[in-house]
């Protein structure tokens, strides 16, 4: 087993490659995400956004929906690192939350860095308190 400081430099790594992809043109802000499982495998994702804005999907978003498109098992995702180009640490969006909060472990990380020093990180209490659960459905 890796050491957390290890899995996101690796994380980091691949998030800063994912980011390459990324298609901004009306943003011209690349982010790039990278997610890993409980058995260390890694999926990446990037923003790809859309002149309906409505429908750019972040970054996050396309990560974890590659971890499950993968074979992944929603609940069980260790590790969410977002990378953003420049100096500035920025957080998840709310609809990245929400979808977190469904995807990853309970006791999961989400941990953002910039080009910079300055890294942040949140577990599910942190980065969503009072989420939208599968039981508040009416069934």
């Known amino acids: 087993m890796q050491s957390v400081e290890s899995a996101i430099a690796l994380l980091k790594s691949r998030a800063q490659e994912a980011s390459g992809y990324s298609y901004s ?4 802000f690349p982010v790039g995400a990278a997610v890993i499982s ?4 890694i ?3 990037c923003n790809v956004e859309n002149a ?3 429908l750019t999907q972040c970054a996050e978003r396309a990560a974890l929906t590659a971890a499950v498109a993968g074979g992944v098992v929603p609940g069980t ?3 969410l690192l977002i990378y953003t180009p420049g ?4 957080p998840p969006c709310g609809a990245c939350r929400q979808v977190m909060h469904e995807l990853m472990s309970a006791d999961s ?3 953002s860095c910039c080009d910079g020093e300055d890294i942040r990180s ?3 209490p942190d980065y969503l308190p009072n989420p939208f659960v599968p039981e508040s459905l009416k069934k």
């Open 122 to 124: 949140w577990t599910p």
């Open 77 to 79: 995702l260790a590790t």
């Open 52 to 54: 309906s804005f409505g």
């Open 87 to 90: 100096e500035t640490v920025h």
């Open 43 to 45: 999926f990446q994702g």
């Open 109 to 111: 990380l989400v941990v």
């Open 25 to 28: 043109p009306y943003s011209a």
């Open 38 to 41: 409980e058995n260390g495998k």
